[in-house]
């Protein structure tokens, strides 16, 4: 049966990739994209960048057909200020609207958005109320468990976001206390997807870094849905494995050295197409790293391309060390 979020078909198991600060960007989605997963977003996008057209976040909100389904995700303290956010990321026709209660960097909770809304449940509700009632598109939401041990309230919360609208939950198992340290806790997951007042999809999140994992979680925590983050930088082919697991039953193998090289190349060159020479640059450099963990020299060649400023320069560099790679690996 296939999980759907209003009239979006996500298929029967869907795939999603996290949306991530400073890394979820188009040149990132596009290479994922290419992978299989299933839904996207955006970077987080502030409301308050939002209402006052600044740049960065409006240049957040560029989207492409061939990333469909995509959701535009915002974030934001003031709730006549994220009515007004959603009605403009509304206007850049994407597929849906998801709300971040989950965010626990210090900038983003301390200024009472992001996790933060975990400790006013009331004020959570009539945010999600107001989002939902700006805009025609389904409306979803990331949050975390709680924000702290003893204020694990995802169970209610669920509920209550459920009550006025949303269309799906993405949870991530941990609390705002627990930043990204520790092991994922997937067990209230299960508990608000075994909820018989739910009938939403309930997405899980967290610490899904390989086949096996995603394999195990998807039949322990009866979850519709996992989405990934940090496990897909520089590793996109992780969507197309977990994917073919599920549907054969047999691990894939790996990506190529020439898949490696062609996906890191095109992910800088959809950097330099979409942000400029310069940042393009800049932003590839902390993704090397991941496209070559584990091959010889991988920390040799990445200390080299951090230092070259020029696209041809760096793509030269990366033809000549695959082929002194496949030399190597023949």
Excluded at 53 to 81: C, M, N, V, W
Excluded at 129 to 142: Q, S
Excluded at 293 to 306: A, H, I
Aim: aromatic share 8%.
């Amino acid at each position: 049966m296939s999980v759907k979020i209003g009239n979006i078909d996500l298929g029967p198991f869907p795939i999603l990739l996290a949306p991530m600060e400073d890394v979820s960007d188009p040149p990132f989605r596009y290479v994922c994209k290419q992978q299989g997963v299933d839904l996207m977003y955006t970077e987080f996008i502030s409301s308050e960048g939002l209402i006052r057209h600044a740049a960065k976040s409006k240049q957040k909100l560029d989207i492409f057909t061939y990333e469909r389904p995509i959701g535009i995700q915002i974030f934001g303290s003031d709730i006549a200020h994220m009515r007004e956010a959603t009605e403009i990321a509304a206007a850049a026709s994407p597929d849906l609207i998801d709300i971040n209660y989950g965010c626990p960097v210090k900038n983003v909770a301390c200024r009472g958005a992001g996790a933060s809304l975990l400790q006013d449940i009331d004020k959570m509700v009539k945010m999600t109320e107001a989002v939902v009632k700006a805009t025609n598109l389904p409306v979803t939401v990331k949050t975390r468990l709680g924000w702290d041990d003893n204020s694990r309230n995802v169970y209610e919360v669920a509920e209550r976001l459920q009550d006025v609208g949303i269309r799906a939950l993405t949870i991530h198992g941990r609390t705002r206390s627990q930043m990204y340290k520790g092991q994922a806790d997937w067990t209230l997951i299960r508990e608000v997807k075994r909820n018989p007042r739910i009938q939403i999809p309930i997405f899980g999140n967290g610490d899904v870094d390989s086949v096996e994992k995603a394999a195990a979680w998807r039949m322990e925590y009866e979850v519709d849905g996992i989405m990934i983050g940090r496990a897909a930088i520089g590793n996109p082919w992780i969507f197309r494995e977990i994917k073919h697991y599920f549907n054969t039953g047999e691990r894939m193998q790996g990506p190529s050295l020439e898949e490696r090289m062609d996906a890191c190349r095109t992910h800088l060159l959809k950097s330099v197409e979409w942000k400029g020479q310069r940042t393009g640059v800049l932003e590839m450099r902390r993704h090397y790293a991941n496209y070559f963990k584990g091959l010889p020299g991988s920390k040799d060649l990445r200390m080299k391309l951090v230092t070259l400023e020029n696209t041809d320069d760096i793509l030269a560099t990366l033809e000549s060390v695959k082929n002194r790679w496949s030399e190597e690996l023949a």
